[in-house]
């Protein structure tokens, strides 16, 4: 994978390259100090992927993936961006314009260019990763539109019984994502503009703190529809909840009052919030009352989830291959079987709208 690094400070591409140095399958081809130049060079070099400063004088990190996008360049972006507010709202705006991910620059008095890298390359190389190995991964996976799961009636079972999404009107709704997830979401929920939730929605995105904030409040603007970060110990309500970075996102019941709970006991699955605390928790308080849907995303996370949703005798959806920018958690719970519907993403926005309003 041939790379281009891009950022106004010629410390961090520096510390960008150190970080890169030695990963297998990639190669920095070439540095850039604003979108302008990045847009030169992608002339000039063949590039696989961008990894893109969010704010650049002349021209940033935004303007430059749109126009990166309008010269019909297919390169992949992975946004950096740093952890602030201003930061976030402009990466998720990248990523509803075609960037595939983001990584957010380490930052602390005490970092020195080693420790800086270090830090970088646990959080980036990883996400450089996923890309490499998306085709091989694919190639592995048979995923005709066929579900695992059929009904017990049928002539071939598995231990899950199929559970009819198309006609269902759960009291629960709870999503899964994480790389590609931001746009997804959007284009998921977009479907609810101008209407009433008769039933809760619960997501959880691999995102840091001030991200997810800036999620929820895209999500309501799109939408309409009340949108925040889950708060603990809140009364569950018919509005959409993010869970808020760093934070897993569960929901309880006692005497019949359900109530969305916080807490940060250790990652699962290396991620924090983690989709399966949710899934489980939905799972075993709604039971056949509760749908999932597992979207795009590096990662297993959502598997173990899907399947208590599946135990307890509600229904999952998962994202097509297709349509995903990895398949990693799809594809994790397409393995397991514990799955009724397999969709692209408007045929799972079809499904969102019919069971949510």
């Keep these: 994978m041939r790379i281009l690094i891009t950022d106004d400070s010629i410390v961090f591409r520096s510390q960008i390259k150190v970080a890169l140095e030695g990963v297998p399958g990639v190669e920095v081809v070439a540095t850039a100090s604003n979108g302008k130049i990045a847009l030169d060079k992608l002339e000039q070099e063949l590039i696989d992927l ?41 990466t998720l705006e990248a990523l509803s314009f075609g960037a595939q991910d983001f990584v957010t620059k380490p930052f602390g008095e005490s970092l020195t260019i080693e420790t800086a890298a270090a830090a970088i390359r646990s959080s980036l190389v990883p996400k450089i990763q996923q890309f490499l190995l998306k085709d091989r991964l694919l190639q592995s996976l048979k995923t005709e539109v066929v579900p695992l799961v059929f009904d017990v009636q049928t002539s071939n079972p598995t231990r899950y019984s199929h559970y009819p999404i198309e006609k269902s009107l759960p009291s629960v709704v709870v999503i899964g994502s994480s790389t590609g997830g931001p746009a997804a979401l959007e284009d998921v929920l977009r479907g609810l503009a101008g209407k009433t939730l008769r039933c809760p929605i619960l997501i959880t995105q691999h995102m840091p703190p001030v991200f997810t904030a800036s999620l929820a409040q895209r999500i309501q603007t799109l939408t309409g529809i009340s949108c925040e970060e889950g708060k603990h110990m809140e009364i569950l309500q018919k509005k959409i909840y993010v869970a808020p970075g760093d934070f897993h996102m569960t929901l309880s019941s006692d ?23 949710l899934f489980e ?14 979207l795009t995303g590096m990662g297993s996370d959502g598997a173990d989830g899907s399947i208590a949703i599946k135990k307890q005798g509600g229904g999952v959806i998962i994202q097509n291959k297709e349509t995903c920018v990895v398949f990693g958690m799809p594809g994790a719970v397409f393995e397991t079987g514990a799955y009724d519907l397999i969709k692209n993403l408007d045929e799972i926005r079809s499904l969102i709208v019919s069971m949510t309003t």
Excluded: W
């Excluded at 969010?54 to 297919?74: D, Q």
């Excluded at 928790?281 to 597992?294: D, L």
């Design 281 to 294: 928790s939905a799972a075993k308080i709604f039971g056949n009352r509760c749908v999932g849907a597992v």
């Design 50 to 90: 961008v990894i893109m400063d969010v704010e650049m004088p002349e021209m940033n990190g935004l303007e430059a993936l749109k126009e990166l996008r309008r010269r019909g360049h297919k390169a992949k972006v992975i946004m950096f961006s740093s952890l602030t507010k201003s930061g976030a709202e402009t």
């Design 255 to 277: 005497s019949g009052v359900y109530r969305v709970m916080l807490d940060q006991n250790p990652p699962r699955n290396s991620v924090r919030p983690a989709v399966d605390f």
